[in-house]
């Protein structure tokens, strides 16, 4: 499986954009880009996805670089219920996921 | 429409109980997988199901653990014996395909913390 990295942890200030990198070098021409996060105590929730073009939904915004080596998690204005880990994964065929150690983002006030 | 639900939040056993999970995925999906996320470590793939048959199961030890995913009702993870090592909180997740050719979401319940004591 393809592997990720990943930045330990990020710090922001509420209502700042944070930008959340993951590199990818040995990415697949069939894997698509996921990012799922984590609150406290809860489970993962899904917060995007894409492949080969930009993506935005209500969420976030997801920024992949040309090469797709590497992707970038965009939160337009953080906020403290942002606090959580971020996980980018690659998946490229049904079944599991397979969550690296993410990057945990806290949030300031 | 309901989420994924996991039942119970919480569930303490002694070393040699037996632990019965409960996932009931979302509406509509036929798709269930299990994790598993050790005290500080990273989630874990367990074993991934459709309805009556195990897809999957890389992620699950040999021993002591099963998964179902039957025809009517939740999936269930039975742990056997359970153990101190045991401790941890599971997950359940759904998804409506396997979702090949655009992207699976999976959507994850709150989870099962077990502690063994």
């Known amino acids: 499986d393809a592997k990720t990295t990943q930045p330990n942890s990020m710090e922001s200030n509420e209502e700042e954009p944070v930008h959340l990198p993951c590199n990818h070098s040995?990415?697949?021409?069939?894997?698509?880009i996921h990012w799922y996060r984590q609150l406290p105590s809860q489970g993962p929730e899904y917060v995007i996805h894409?492949?080969?073009s930009n993506v935005n939904n209500r969420m976030a915004s997801l920024a992949i670089a040309e090469d797709r080596k590497s992707s970038t998690l965009i939160l337009h204005r953080a906020t403290l219920r942002d606090a959580a880990v971020y996980y980018c994964?690659?998946?490229?065929?049904?079944?599991?996921?397979?969550f690296g150690q993410g990057t945990e983002l806290s949030v300031k006030p | 429409n309901a989420g994924v639900m996991q039942n119970p939040r919480h569930l303490v056993r002694r070393r040699g109980q037996e632990a019965r999970l409960r996932c009931s995925p979302m509406k509509g999906h036929s798709h269930v997988y299990w994790y598993r996320q050790l005290p500080e470590e990273g989630l874990k793939f367990m074993v991934y199901l459709q309805k009556e048959n195990i897809i999957d199961e890389s992620g699950m030890p040999k021993e002591r653990f099963s998964a179902e995913f039957p025809k009517e009702g939740p999936s269930i993870l039975r742990i056997q014996q359970v153990v101190r090592g045991d401790s941890a909180a599971y997950f359940c997740a759904s998804s409506p395909t396997s979702g090949l050719g655009w992207g699976n979401i999976q959507y994850f319940g709150a989870g099962t913390r077990l502690s063994v004591l």
């Open positions: 894409g492949l080969t």
């Open positions: 994964i690659l998946y490229n065929q049904g079944g599991k996921l397979i």
């Open positions: 040995t990415i697949s021409g069939t894997d698509y």
